[in-house]
C-alpha cells in the first residue's frame, strides 16, 4: 500500500484526529495506547504494547530456554521478540498472526508456521498473553507429544501476564 498523507488542524484543546485511511492501515483501534516521541522537528505515534522491548520478560523467556531446554517463540501481533527457533523480528505469517490476533488457546496440534524467512514444523503449545490493552502477544512452545509443553506454556505466560502487572 502506497503511503497515506494528510493535512490536519490542531482543536483549541490540542488534539487531532488521525485518519480512518491511516488507523485501518495500521491496524489502530478505538482503545489502543499510543506512545508519543519527538525529537527536534517531527512528532511520532506509535502503537504501544507493554511487551515490546520489555527486557525483563525477554531475560526470564531466555532463562526458561535455557534451564528447562524448551523451544519457544514469543511473539507480539505482528513479529518475533524473541525466540530461539526463528529469527527475531521476523513478520509473523498471516495464519500464526490470525491466531495472535484472536488470543487462541492450543494444545499439542501439529502443524507448519512461517515467521519471515523460517519455517518451523511440529507439535505446538499456544496461549495469549492478555493485559488491559487486550491481547498483546502469544507465547508458543514447541516439543513432541511426550513433552508437557502446554504446561511450560501456560506457566510462562501466566509469569509474563504478572509481570506486566495483570493477575
Not at 501481533?77 to 490476533?101: A, F, H, Q, T, W
Not at 492478555?130 to 506457566?155: P, Q, R
Amino acid at each position: 500500500m502506497k503511503d497515506i498523507n494528510f493535512i490536519k488542524n490542531i482543536d483549541n484543546l490540542g488534539r487531532i484526529v488521525i485518519p480512518m485511511d491511516i488507523r485501518r492501515k495500521l491496524q489502530i483501534n478505538t482503545g489502543d495506547v499510543l506512545s508519543i516521541t519527538c525529537n527536534d522537528k517531527d512528532i511520532m505515534l506509535t502503537k504501544y504494547s507493554s511487551l515490546d522491548n520489555n527486557m525483563k520478560i525477554i531475560e526470564m523467556v531466555k532463562s526458561f530456554i535455557e534451564t528447562l531446554d524448551i523451544k519457544v517463540i514469543l511473539v507480539n501481533r505482528e513479529c518475533v521478540l524473541y525466540s530461539n527457533l526463528v529469527n527475531i523480528g521476523c513478520k509473523l505469517g498471516n495464519d500464526i498472526k490470525l491466531l495472535v490476533k484472536n488470543g487462541n488457546t492450543i494444545k499439542s496440534q501439529s502443524n507448519e508456521f512461517i515467521f519471515g524467512e523460517n519455517k518451523v514444523n511440529g507439535i505446538y503449545n499456544m496461549l495469549p498473553i492478555v493485559t488491559n490493552e487486550g491481547v498483546i502477544g502469544s507465547i508458543i512452545v514447541f516439543g513432541d507429544i511426550n513433552e508437557k509443553g502446554y504446561e511450560m506454556c501456560t506457566l510462562l505466560a501466566k509469569i509474563i501476564m504478572l509481570e506486566l502487572n495483570i493477575s
